[in-house]
């Protein structure tokens, strides 16, 4: 009933759509090309290239205070991913005054939605210690170095990670 009274907005494109993000956004995705894992992981991808719509909906999840668009935007991510081969799923922390401006965490958000039956666990593997910068501020080069030694703790050997790394899920390798 409240979706007939207040229809949804698409996050991507801002047609009111009754969708949070819209078919036809979705038909515009383009996949990322697979490129070599970061040093220390085993394994890394990108779902999608971070432009058009998706960089709106990621941007309106982040700093709009639109929790409700992690739910499709995770799906479409479990989705690209398909079945995960990984000993765990480890969404990268925000320093707590960032947790504080946001509200949530979006990578968590988005890494509760990878859960599937027989999928990784979602584990508290890493603490923030230091604040950075705000990586879409940055060129990808900086993005590495700002975030340094700013999470720290256990590693499993062949975690996927979302968040920081992978907002990179989303696409943050431009």
């Not at 409240?2 to 819209?22: K, M, N, Q, S, V």
């Not at 991510?77 to 925000?94: E, F, N, R, S, T």
């Not at 993005?143 to 700013?150: E, K, Q």
Request: hydrophobic share 45%; proline share 9%.
């Amino acid at each position: 009933m409240i979706g007939w009274l207040f229809p949804d907005y698409c996050a991507g494109c801002g047609r009111l759509t009754g969708e949070l993000f819209c078919a036809n956004c979705r038909a515009l995705l383009r996949p990322y090309p697979p490129f070599p894992p970061p040093t220390g992981l085993t394994a890394a991808r990108v779902a999608f290239r971070y432009e058009g719509g998706l960089a709106h909906a990621i941007h309106r999840l982040k700093y709009g205070h639109r929790r409700r668009i992690a739910r499709p935007l995770g799906d479409l991510l479990a989705a690209a991913a398909g079945p995960l081969d990984a000993d765990a799923l480890i969404a990268v922390p925000l320093h707590p005054t960032r947790l504080r401006e946001r509200g949530f965490n979006q990578a968590a958000e988005l890494a509760a939605r990878l859960q599937r039956p027989g999928a990784p666990p979602l584990i508290d593997g890493l603490a923030r210690v230091r604040a950075t910068n705000q990586q879409a501020r940055l060129e990808a080069p900086a993005r590495t170095a700002n975030l340094g030694t700013a999470a720290s703790g256990s590693r499993a050997a062949s975690a996927l990670a979302t968040g920081a790394l992978g907002t990179a899920a989303s696409g943050s390798r431009a």
